[in-house]
Protein backbone atom coordinates (compact mmCIF):
# COMPACT_ATOMS: atom_id res chain seq x y z
CA UNK A 1 0.00 0.00 0.00
CA UNK A 2 3.03 2.09 0.96
CA UNK A 3 4.44 2.46 -2.99
CA UNK A 4 1.59 3.99 -4.01
CA UNK A 5 2.44 7.15 -2.07
CA UNK A 6 5.90 7.41 -3.73
CA UNK A 7 3.90 9.27 -6.34
CA UNK A 8 3.39 12.85 -5.30
CA UNK A 9 0.13 13.30 -6.87
CA UNK A 10 -1.22 10.44 -4.85
CA UNK A 11 0.68 11.76 -1.44
CA UNK A 12 -1.20 15.20 -2.06
CA UNK A 13 -4.25 12.99 -2.66
CA UNK A 14 -3.95 11.21 1.01
CA UNK A 15 -3.13 14.82 2.80
CA UNK A 16 -6.20 16.47 1.17
CA UNK A 17 -8.20 13.41 2.39
CA UNK A 18 -7.15 13.51 5.88
CA UNK A 19 -7.51 17.20 6.05
CA UNK A 20 -11.06 16.64 4.97
CA UNK A 21 -11.40 13.86 7.60
CA UNK A 22 -10.52 15.93 10.18
CA UNK A 23 -12.44 19.22 9.77
CA UNK A 24 -15.70 17.29 8.36
CA UNK A 25 -15.82 14.37 10.80
CA UNK A 26 -15.76 17.12 13.50
CA UNK A 27 -18.33 18.74 11.63
CA UNK A 28 -20.32 15.73 11.38
CA UNK A 29 -20.76 14.86 14.87
CA UNK A 30 -22.59 18.49 15.42
CA UNK A 31 -24.85 18.26 12.22
CA UNK A 32 -26.28 15.06 12.86
CA UNK A 33 -26.43 15.93 16.77
CA UNK A 34 -28.81 18.68 15.58
CA UNK A 35 -30.46 16.81 12.85
CA UNK A 36 -29.55 18.64 10.21
CA UNK A 37 -27.87 15.98 8.07
CA UNK A 38 -28.54 17.83 4.76
CA UNK A 39 -27.25 21.14 5.35
CA UNK A 40 -23.92 20.01 3.44
CA UNK A 41 -26.29 19.47 0.29
CA UNK A 42 -28.47 22.43 0.80
CA UNK A 43 -25.22 24.58 1.27
CA UNK A 44 -23.63 23.19 -2.04
CA UNK A 45 -26.73 23.95 -4.24
CA UNK A 46 -26.58 27.44 -2.59
CA UNK A 47 -22.67 27.75 -3.66
CA UNK A 48 -23.79 26.34 -7.23
CA UNK A 49 -25.91 29.48 -7.49
CA UNK A 50 -23.29 31.50 -6.52
CA UNK A 51 -21.21 29.80 -9.38
CA UNK A 52 -23.78 30.40 -12.40
CA UNK A 53 -24.67 33.71 -10.91
CA UNK A 54 -20.99 34.79 -11.90
CA UNK A 55 -20.59 33.30 -14.73
CA UNK A 56 -23.47 35.13 -15.69
CA UNK A 57 -22.35 38.63 -14.77
CA UNK A 58 -18.32 37.80 -15.74
CA UNK A 59 -17.12 37.66 -11.83
CA UNK A 60 -14.95 35.36 -10.16
CA UNK A 61 -16.93 31.72 -9.69
CA UNK A 62 -15.25 30.55 -6.66
CA UNK A 63 -15.52 34.12 -5.14
CA UNK A 64 -19.09 34.23 -5.32
CA UNK A 65 -19.29 30.46 -4.61
CA UNK A 66 -18.37 31.11 -0.88
CA UNK A 67 -20.01 34.52 -0.72
CA UNK A 68 -23.58 32.83 -1.59
CA UNK A 69 -22.30 29.88 0.59
CA UNK A 70 -22.15 32.62 3.60
CA UNK A 71 -25.21 33.97 2.91
CA UNK A 72 -27.11 31.17 2.91
CA UNK A 73 -25.58 29.48 5.68
CA UNK A 74 -26.70 33.24 7.82
CA UNK A 75 -30.24 32.42 6.65
CA UNK A 76 -30.37 28.75 7.80
CA UNK A 77 -28.93 29.69 11.05
CA UNK A 78 -32.04 32.35 11.66
CA UNK A 79 -34.72 29.49 10.87
CA UNK A 80 -37.16 28.29 13.63
CA UNK A 81 -39.90 27.07 13.36
CA UNK A 82 -42.17 26.53 16.24
CA UNK A 83 -44.29 23.97 14.77
CA UNK A 84 -42.78 20.79 16.32
CA UNK A 85 -44.61 18.96 13.11
CA UNK A 86 -42.50 21.07 10.15
CA UNK A 87 -38.68 20.47 11.57
CA UNK A 88 -35.77 22.53 10.36
CA UNK A 89 -34.27 20.19 8.08
CA UNK A 90 -37.60 20.01 5.96
CA UNK A 91 -37.25 23.68 5.45
CA UNK A 92 -33.59 23.13 4.41
CA UNK A 93 -34.63 20.67 1.88
CA UNK A 94 -37.19 23.61 0.39
CA UNK A 95 -33.38 25.47 0.44
CA UNK A 96 -31.76 22.55 -1.84
CA UNK A 97 -34.49 21.94 -4.34
CA UNK A 98 -34.95 26.09 -4.73
CA UNK A 99 -31.25 26.01 -5.42
CA UNK A 100 -30.87 23.36 -7.23
CA UNK A 101 -33.81 24.71 -9.87
CA UNK A 102 -31.86 28.11 -9.59
CA UNK A 103 -28.83 27.04 -10.62
CA UNK A 104 -30.33 25.05 -13.72
CA UNK A 105 -32.25 28.09 -14.61
CA UNK A 106 -28.94 30.25 -14.55
CA UNK A 107 -27.07 27.88 -16.12
CA UNK A 108 -29.26 27.23 -19.19
CA UNK A 109 -27.87 30.88 -19.82
CA UNK A 110 -24.68 30.39 -19.46
CA UNK A 111 -22.09 28.84 -22.84
CA UNK A 112 -20.30 25.64 -21.45
CA UNK A 113 -22.07 26.28 -17.90
CA UNK A 114 -22.81 23.01 -17.15
CA UNK A 115 -18.94 22.01 -17.27
CA UNK A 116 -17.94 25.03 -15.34
CA UNK A 117 -19.69 24.77 -12.63
CA UNK A 118 -18.95 20.90 -12.60
CA UNK A 119 -15.06 21.71 -12.69
CA UNK A 120 -15.79 23.93 -9.80
CA UNK A 121 -18.38 21.77 -7.13
CA UNK A 122 -17.02 18.53 -8.34
CA UNK A 123 -13.46 18.28 -7.99
CA UNK A 124 -11.32 15.32 -8.31
CA UNK A 125 -9.46 14.70 -5.13
CA UNK A 126 -6.56 13.10 -7.36
CA UNK A 127 -6.08 16.47 -9.01
CA UNK A 128 -5.67 18.14 -6.24
CA UNK A 129 -2.94 21.06 -6.38
CA UNK A 130 -0.27 22.33 -3.64
CA UNK A 131 -2.32 25.68 -3.82
CA UNK A 132 -5.63 23.85 -3.21
CA UNK A 133 -4.12 21.72 0.08
CA UNK A 134 -2.64 25.09 1.78
CA UNK A 135 -5.70 26.82 1.30
CA UNK A 136 -7.61 23.98 3.19
CA UNK A 137 -4.76 24.16 6.04
CA UNK A 138 -5.21 27.91 6.09
CA UNK A 139 -9.41 27.52 6.50
CA UNK A 140 -9.44 24.30 8.40
CA UNK A 141 -6.94 25.61 10.92
CA UNK A 142 -8.50 28.61 11.24
CA UNK A 143 -11.91 27.40 11.58
CA UNK A 144 -10.44 24.76 13.79
CA UNK A 145 -8.94 26.96 16.01
CA UNK A 146 -11.97 29.02 16.46
CA UNK A 147 -13.99 25.63 17.71
CA UNK A 148 -10.84 24.68 19.52
CA UNK A 149 -11.22 28.04 21.90
CA UNK A 150 -15.04 27.56 22.00
CA UNK A 151 -15.69 24.12 22.23
CA UNK A 152 -17.73 24.25 25.37
CA UNK A 153 -20.23 27.01 23.68
CA UNK A 154 -20.29 25.11 20.37
CA UNK A 155 -21.03 21.70 22.03
CA UNK A 156 -23.67 23.04 24.58
CA UNK A 157 -25.44 24.47 21.18
CA UNK A 158 -25.57 21.33 19.89
CA UNK A 159 -26.33 18.73 22.28
CA UNK A 160 -29.58 21.63 23.42
CA UNK A 161 -30.29 21.85 20.29
CA UNK A 162 -31.02 26.11 19.99
CA UNK A 163 -32.02 26.12 23.51
CA UNK A 164 -29.99 27.83 26.00
CA UNK A 165 -29.42 26.66 29.34
CA UNK A 166 -31.76 29.06 31.32
CA UNK A 167 -35.14 27.67 29.35
CA UNK A 168 -35.25 31.39 27.88
CA UNK A 169 -35.20 30.48 24.32
CA UNK A 170 -32.63 30.50 21.50
CA UNK A 171 -31.73 34.48 22.00
CA UNK A 172 -28.25 33.52 23.35
CA UNK A 173 -27.23 30.59 21.99
CA UNK A 174 -28.71 31.91 18.63
CA UNK A 175 -24.89 33.82 17.88
CA UNK A 176 -23.39 30.63 18.29
CA UNK A 177 -25.76 29.43 16.04
CA UNK A 178 -24.54 31.86 13.85
CA UNK A 179 -21.08 31.31 14.25
CA UNK A 180 -21.27 27.18 13.29
CA UNK A 181 -23.10 27.90 10.28
CA UNK A 182 -21.20 30.33 9.17
CA UNK A 183 -17.86 28.60 9.57
CA UNK A 184 -19.23 24.88 8.64
CA UNK A 185 -20.28 27.01 5.10
CA UNK A 186 -16.37 27.96 5.21
CA UNK A 187 -15.36 24.73 5.25
CA UNK A 188 -18.26 23.24 3.10
CA UNK A 189 -16.83 25.98 0.37
CA UNK A 190 -13.21 25.16 0.29
CA UNK A 191 -13.83 21.07 0.66
CA UNK A 192 -16.25 20.54 -2.37
CA UNK A 193 -14.52 22.18 -4.99
CA UNK A 194 -10.80 19.62 -4.40
CA UNK A 195 -13.34 16.87 -3.65
CA UNK A 196 -16.98 17.44 -5.09
CA UNK A 197 -20.28 17.01 -3.03
CA UNK A 198 -20.44 13.17 -2.82
CA UNK A 199 -17.56 12.70 -0.84
CA UNK A 200 -18.05 15.81 1.39
CA UNK A 201 -21.55 14.78 2.14
CA UNK A 202 -19.91 11.14 3.08
CA UNK A 203 -17.35 12.43 5.39
CA UNK A 204 -19.86 14.41 6.87
CA UNK A 205 -21.87 11.63 7.75
CA UNK A 206 -20.66 8.22 7.63
CA UNK A 207 -17.97 8.81 10.32
CA UNK A 208 -20.45 10.54 13.11
CA UNK A 209 -22.82 7.91 12.54
CA UNK A 210 -20.91 5.30 12.79
CA UNK A 211 -19.13 6.98 16.04
CA UNK A 212 -22.31 8.14 17.75
CA UNK A 213 -23.50 4.28 17.27
CA UNK A 214 -20.85 2.65 19.36
CA UNK A 215 -19.73 5.45 21.69
CA UNK A 216 -21.14 7.59 24.21
CA UNK A 217 -18.53 10.19 25.53
CA UNK A 218 -18.68 13.64 23.10
CA UNK A 219 -14.45 13.40 22.90
CA UNK A 220 -14.52 9.81 22.25
CA UNK A 221 -17.20 9.91 19.63
CA UNK A 222 -14.66 13.03 17.63
CA UNK A 223 -12.35 11.13 17.83
CA UNK A 224 -13.50 7.96 16.38
CA UNK A 225 -15.11 9.97 13.37
CA UNK A 226 -11.97 10.72 12.61
CA UNK A 227 -10.13 7.47 12.47
CA UNK A 228 -13.40 5.66 10.92
CA UNK A 229 -12.97 9.00 7.95
CA UNK A 230 -9.23 8.11 8.07
CA UNK A 231 -9.64 4.34 7.76
CA UNK A 232 -12.08 5.07 5.11
CA UNK A 233 -9.48 7.60 2.76
CA UNK A 234 -6.95 5.18 3.10
CA UNK A 235 -9.00 1.81 1.96
CA UNK A 236 -10.66 3.86 -0.20
CA UNK A 237 -7.57 5.12 -1.80
CA UNK A 238 -5.45 1.77 -1.95
CA UNK A 239 -9.18 0.77 -3.93
CA UNK A 240 -8.95 2.98 -6.61
CA UNK A 241 -5.34 2.92 -7.25
CA UNK A 242 -4.77 -1.30 -7.17
CA UNK A 243 -7.98 -1.57 -9.15
CA UNK A 244 -8.29 1.68 -11.35
CA UNK A 245 -11.63 3.01 -9.92
CA UNK A 246 -12.98 6.28 -9.39
CA UNK A 247 -11.27 7.51 -6.13
CA UNK A 248 -13.79 9.75 -4.51
CA UNK A 249 -16.78 6.60 -5.37
CA UNK A 250 -14.37 4.27 -3.87
CA UNK A 251 -13.47 6.79 -0.47
CA UNK A 252 -17.57 6.24 0.02
CA UNK A 253 -17.98 2.77 -0.80
CA UNK A 254 -15.43 2.15 1.90
CA UNK A 255 -16.82 4.48 4.34
CA UNK A 256 -20.50 2.84 3.72
CA UNK A 257 -18.48 -0.95 4.67
CA UNK A 258 -17.67 0.53 7.28
CA UNK A 259 -21.00 1.59 8.59
CA UNK A 260 -22.30 -1.52 7.70
CA UNK A 261 -19.92 -2.82 9.70
CA UNK A 262 -20.48 -0.73 12.62
CA UNK A 263 -24.34 -1.10 12.27
CA UNK A 264 -23.91 -4.91 12.71
CA UNK A 265 -22.12 -4.44 15.73
CA UNK A 266 -24.28 -2.06 17.19
CA UNK A 267 -26.98 -4.51 16.23
CA UNK A 268 -25.32 -7.84 17.84
CA UNK A 269 -24.49 -5.89 21.20
CA UNK A 270 -28.12 -4.78 21.51
CA UNK A 271 -29.50 -7.95 21.02
CA UNK A 272 -26.93 -9.27 23.42
CA UNK A 273 -28.17 -6.85 25.99
CA UNK A 274 -31.70 -7.28 25.16
CA UNK A 275 -31.31 -11.20 25.39
CA UNK A 276 -29.70 -11.09 28.93
CA UNK A 277 -32.42 -8.51 30.19
CA UNK A 278 -35.18 -10.89 29.49
CA UNK A 279 -33.28 -13.64 31.69
Known sequence: MLEMFQQPFMLQSLIACLLLAGILSYFGVHVVTRGIVFIDLALAQISSVGVAFALMSGNDPRLFAVLFTLVGAFGISLIQTNDKRVPQEAIIGIIYAVSSALSILMMAKVPHGDSDVVEILFGNILAVTESQII?????????????????????????????????????????????????????????????????????????????????????????????????????????????????????????????????????????????????
Open 135 to 279: QMVVVFGAVGLLHLIFHKQFKCQSMIQGEDSDGKGPSLMNRWNILFYLSLALVISSAVGSSGVLQVFAYLIVPAVCALLLFQRFGLVLFMAFIIASLGSLTGLYSSYAYDLPTGAAIVACLGLIFMGCFGIKTLVFSKKQAQIRR
